[in-house]
């Protein structure tokens, strides 16, 4: 009796802690858009477009990007820039919104892109060439623009 009485105890215990653990839920903070500078897309030395932008530099905004946001205004933009000229890859692991990678050399020409990233998809995808920046921009505006590689970039804090 005390053995069936022990083993109802810890079977009341185990079931218990298992549905508090199944109840709580991760949830992370949205981050909201800090305009740090100012870029410029150029074609043939005529402004195509200027943006707002952000900076990725340090190893965890450069990890981080654009994941956890669920809205970017179209004139608004993510610039990545690396100590290494080097073929670099990104992937839309946690990122909420459709977005166009744009991949520019060290000389701030558009090197190559990959336009409508698609959401939360860990594929990775490649600069193809060697690149030192990368811009991060709504999904349609490489396309909207008209860009091409070639096309120059300059920007400002």
């Not at 669920?70 to 080097?86: R, W």
């Not at 990122?95 to 336009?115: G, K, R, V």
Request: glycine share 4%; charged share 25%.
């Amino acid at each position: 009796m005390k053995y069936s009485f022990a083993l109802l105890f810890l079977a009341l215990v185990s079931f218990t802690a298992c549905k508090e653990t199944e109840s709580k839920t991760i949830t992370t903070e949205k981050i909201a858009f800090t305009k740090e500078g100012e870029l410029r897309i150029h074609k043939n030395d005529s402004l195509l477009v200027q943006l707002d932008i952000e900076f990725a530099e340090t190893e965890y905004e450069v990890q981080t990007g654009l994941m956890y946001r669920d809205h970017m205004e179209e004139k608004q933009g993510m610039l990545f820039i690396f100590p290494d000229v080097s073929v670099h890859s990104f992937y839309m692991k946690n990122t909420e919104i459709p977005l166009d990678i744009i991949y520019i050399d060290e000389n701030l020409n558009i090197a190559s892109f990959q336009e409508n990233a698609k959401p939360f998809d860990e594929t990775g995808l490649s600069s193809l060439v060697p690149i030192q920046y990368v811009l991060e921009v709504n999904a349609g505006l490489a396309e909207k623009w008209n860009l091409e590689v070639g096309d120059k970039i300059t920007y400002n804090r």
